[in-house]
């Protein structure tokens, strides 16, 4: 079963938006937008021109573009003219398309104040879908092309938004458009909700004081980016502000720093500390028992089992029919991906879940100082009607562990728990991997002894 939907979209007549604001009693208001302003995207044979919201023709619990538009329309008409004046959390983005030419700038909301749980996903668990979708769009994005060396040789805008992402705390920033903002729909789940955008002309930024250990990190041209990443994180920067700084080439030495799109540069960093936490973790006496955690947020059930063994992981994500990656009617789709004890050298096919499930994982072993085998089944439900991003796997995980355990003498016991606890039995999530397949067959030589 494939992970995703074609990407191939069709752009689809809007008078339906304009109708949907109207004569929803939760929506309406005086929408005032030009047909490029306001564009709704979907992949061929999407039932979103016949359903219009009202039916829930793709089978999932609540209609996600009603709930973009929702949040769209509250900050729609704080937008006026050419010149976005806001807090930025601080925020930044780095587009892929078009790479080694990529779409940078900031992103901020067309109004001053503490801003800063705008773009702050280690303090979004627990919110509602609606909320983190509010979060999203209030963000106004401003583009301006640029080369991945060119952070070597930058120029002004750059200069001010590297400024921006090295930030502390929210600034105040002034954002000078060529055009009025667009926002589009993109009906493809594999997008993720985002504020309106349009090019930039220039940025003026005031009120900002860096983060002090970024700022060292930023200036010591002679250390390496997974050096300073590793310093930054053992500092305990958030890994946003982090990934943030990376993505604009803020770190590494000079000859070699790039912008880094902000979809990869997320990866990146869980990559290079996991790695780095791995080699530690490899060090410390095997865990004593076998122990279940769980937890449950925006229609994800995240199982994870931690058992006496050397360091190796295991990652599974079930997707019921008519979730994000699986648009089939009636099957449900696994997707996995393990590593041994050394790690991988190659991409998890499952992408960035894999890397920021891994990366909880071992911080909750430095935190007891044990080595595990561990196992993360996810079962995805129609009520995750969004992709929000690889942040809530992260967030997921960490929270589970964050909970006392059920503990057991036996990986049989231990996975009886967790069977009870998922819809999906264990001989599909056992045809489907490979790690956790093995270890139930494995017998091993202390066994005999």
């Known amino acids: 079963m494939p992970k995703r939907i074609s990407k191939r ?4 007549n809007n008078v339906w938006l304009r109708e949907l604001a109207l004569s929803d009693p939760k929506l309406g208001i005086d929408l005032d937008y030009t047909p ?18 009202s039916r829930l023709l793709c ?7 009603i709930a973009r538009l929702t949040s769209q329309l509250k900050i729609w008409r704080s937008i006026g003219g050419l ?3 806001g807090s930025s959390p601080p925020s930044v983005f780095v587009g892929r398309f078009g790479y080694p030419y990529v779409y940078i700038g900031p992103m901020a909301p067309p109004y001053l104040g503490d801003t800063s749980i705008l773009d702050a ?20 994005r401003g583009m301006y092309r640029a080369h991945v060396r060119s952070p070597t040789k930058p120029d002004r805008v750059l200069e001010k938004t590297r400024e921006v992402a090295l930030a502390e705390s929210y600034v105040e920033t002034e954002m000078r458009l060529r055009r009025p903002p667009q926002s589009r729909f993109y009906l493809d789940d594999d997008v993720q909700p985002l504020g309106p955008s349009a090019p930039l002309e220039g940025i003026e930024v005031g009120g900002l004081r860096w983060d002090r250990y970024m700022e060292k990190a930023h200036y010591d041209t002679d250390l390496k980016a997974s ?13 946003t502000r982090i990934q943030r700084a990376f993505s604009l080439g803020c770190f590494g030495i000079e000859k070699n720093r790039r912008l880094v799109p902000t979809r990869w540069s997320i990866t990146a960093i869980d990559d290079m500390v996991s790695k780095e936490l791995a080699r530690r973790v490899r060090d410390y ?40 990656w ?25 992408g960035g879940c894999y890397y920021a499930g891994r990366l909880a994982i071992l911080e909750h072993l430095m935190r007891v100082r044990r080595q595990a085998r561990a196992f993360i089944l996810r079962e995805a439900y129609p009520d995750y009607i969004l992709p929000v991003g690889v942040w809530q796997v992260r967030e997921n995980v960490r929270n589970a562990v964050r909970q006392p355990p059920k503990s057991f003498n036996s990986l049989q016991e231990a996975l009886r728990h967790a069977m009870g606890r998922l819809s999906i039995p264990l001989e599909h999530w056992l045809s489907s991997g490979f790690l956790l397949r093995n270890t139930l067959k494995q017998r091993k030589l202390t066994e005999f002894l």
């Open 227 to 239: 050096e300073a990443i590793m310093v930054l994180y053992s500092s305990n920067v958030p890994l």
């Open 59 to 65: 089978g999932k619990a609540s209609c996600p573009v």
């Open 285 to 324: 006496p095997l865990l004593n028992q076998f122990e279940v955690y769980e937890s449950n947020y925006l229609g994800n059930r995240f199982i994870v089992i931690l058992m006496p063994d050397a360091w190796s992981y295991e990652a599974y994500e079930a997707w019921y029919p008519q979730t994000l």
């Open 83 to 85: 010149t976005i004046e």
């Open 121 to 140: 996903p280690e303090y979004w668990f627990g919110k509602s879908i609606e909320e983190i979708i509010g979060f999203r769009t209030q963000l106004v």
């Open 326 to 350: 699986n648009p089939s009617t009636d099957q449900v789709a696994i997707v996995t991906d393990w590593e041994g004890h050394l790690g991988r050298s190659s991409y998890a096919s499952m």
């Open 9 to 12: 979209l069709k752009v689809l």
């Open 36 to 53: 490029e302003q306001l564009r709704l995207q979907a992949p061929p044979g999407s039932p979103c021109i016949v359903c219009k919201g």
